[in-house]
């Protein structure tokens, strides 16, 4: 049993992309899920696939490089379970001055800052990537 599952997705990413592998295998949930789903929808990562293998469900994501650099240079974990950090919508910072994201889970869901800004709520602010 893994106490922070977000933390240990995030870090099968950060190693892969620091050996270079084509791909990574995450053990699968909503939250992880969704958390790839906004990964590929800002360009971070090529493609992720939601898989059965026997009784449990994985994700294969496919990693993004860019002439054989990776596209995400940093993966840093913000909220734990230990220290959970909670953000109002006009206090959400802009990482790296808007080239990164920062992943907020809000009651609508996962969004990225920009969403959250735009759509006015804000949540527990989960990672940053860029």
């Known amino acids: 049993m893994n106490t922070d599952p977000i933390a240990d997705m995030l870090t099968r990413i950060r190693n892969a992309n620091t050996v270079r592998h084509e791909s990574v295998i995450v053990p699968a949930s909503k939250l992880k ?5 906004i990964l590929k929808e800002e360009g971070f990562i090529a493609d992720y696939s939601v898989e059965e293998t026997g009784k ?4 294969n994501i496919t990693l993004k490089y860019n002439n054989g650099v990776p596209v995400i240079t940093k993966l840093q974990r913000v909220s734990t379970p230990g220290l ?4 109002k919508a006009k206090n959400l910072q802009k990482v790296l001055g808007g080239m990164g994201v ?5 009651p609508k869901g996962l969004l990225t800052d920009r969403k959250a800004r735009k759509e006015n ?3 527990e602010v989960l990672c940053y990537v860029y």
């Open 33 to 37: 899920i969704e958390l790839a789903r």
């Open 121 to 123: 709520v804000g949540g």
């Open 56 to 59: 449990f469900k994985v994700i």
């Open 102 to 106: 920062a992943i907020v889970s809000t």
């Open 84 to 87: 959970r950090h909670y953000s």
